[in-house]
């Protein structure tokens, strides 16, 4: 088969790229971008185990009873280092800092930015010091005393309406049959 002239080519110009071809260089450009970002990932992931293994002191010190801290590298679209379920580390857009964040109710907040390691296990270091203590006030507080259940009230007994009732209703049938009687008289 021949390949098909587009319309409005002109005979000086050079016929159009087929397709399978540009679809051939369109694969190897994408296979070389995922590599540049495979390689980036792998840098990312190289530095936050880096700030990992400079964190190991401050977690050995952590007695083993306080199950708060989860640490752990998570390697999906964007390596994070896990401190615990609400707090970590990724690295910046430039790939060098690293960002100390915090999710809360309100929203992420950044606790920490810096290029220096040093200053991110220093502000992990104040962040665990918090907690621990938010953890020691939570147990020291005594629970508040539950409200007892009320009682419920004495059941009344119901015989005593009935027999008010009763006297009352006889009374009015009794004041309506005189009152018809000395009316008719």
């Given at each position: 088969?021949?390949?098909?002239?587009?319309?409005?080519?002109?005979?000086?110009?050079?016929?159009?790229?087929?397709?399978?071809?540009?679809?051939?260089?369109?694969?190897?450009?994408?296979?070389?971008?995922?590599?540049?970002?495979?390689?980036?990932?792998?840098?990312?992931?190289?530095?936050?185990?880096?700030?990992?293994?400079?964190?190991?002191?401050?977690?050995?010190?952590?007695?083993?009873?306080?199950?708060?801290?989860?640490?752990?590298?998570?390697?999906?679209?964007?390596?994070?280092?896990?401190?615990?379920?609400?707090?970590?580390?990724?690295?910046?857009?430039?790939?060098?800092?690293?960002r100390f964040v915090q999710d809360t109710r309100?929203?992420?907040?950044?606790?920490?930015?810096?290029?220096?390691?040093?200053?991110?296990?220093?502000?992990?270091?104040?962040?665990?010091?918090?907690?621990?203590?938010?953890?020691?006030?939570?147990?020291?507080?005594?629970?508040?005393?539950?409200?007892?259940?009320?009682?419920?009230?004495?059941?009344?007994?119901?015989?005593?309406?009935?027999?008010?009732?009763?006297?009352?209703?006889?009374?009015?049938?009794?004041?309506?049959?005189?009152?018809?009687?000395?009316?008719?008289?």
């Open positions: 088969m021949s390949e098909p002239e587009t319309s409005g080519t002109h005979p000086g110009q050079s016929r159009p790229v087929r397709l399978r071809d540009a679809l051939l260089r369109a694969r190897i450009e994408a296979a070389d971008r995922t590599g540049v970002v495979v390689d980036l990932r792998d840098a990312e992931v190289a530095r936050l185990e880096i700030l990992n293994d400079a964190l190991d002191p401050l977690f050995a010190q952590v007695p083993d009873r306080i199950d708060l801290f989860d640490r752990g590298i998570s390697q999906g679209d964007t390596p994070r280092l896990w401190i615990d379920v609400v707090a970590h580390i990724v690295m910046g857009r430039d790939k060098r800092m690293y309100f929203g992420r907040i950044v606790l920490a930015e810096s290029h220096d390691t040093a200053a991110i296990v220093e502000a992990v270091t104040d962040y665990v010091a918090r907690r621990m203590v938010e953890r020691e006030r939570a147990m020291v507080i005594p629970p508040e005393p539950q409200a007892q259940a009320a009682e419920p009230p004495p059941r009344r007994s119901r015989f005593w309406p009935f027999v008010l009732g009763f006297l009352l209703g006889a009374a009015a049938l009794f004041g309506f049959a005189l009152f018809a009687a000395l009316r008719s008289w």
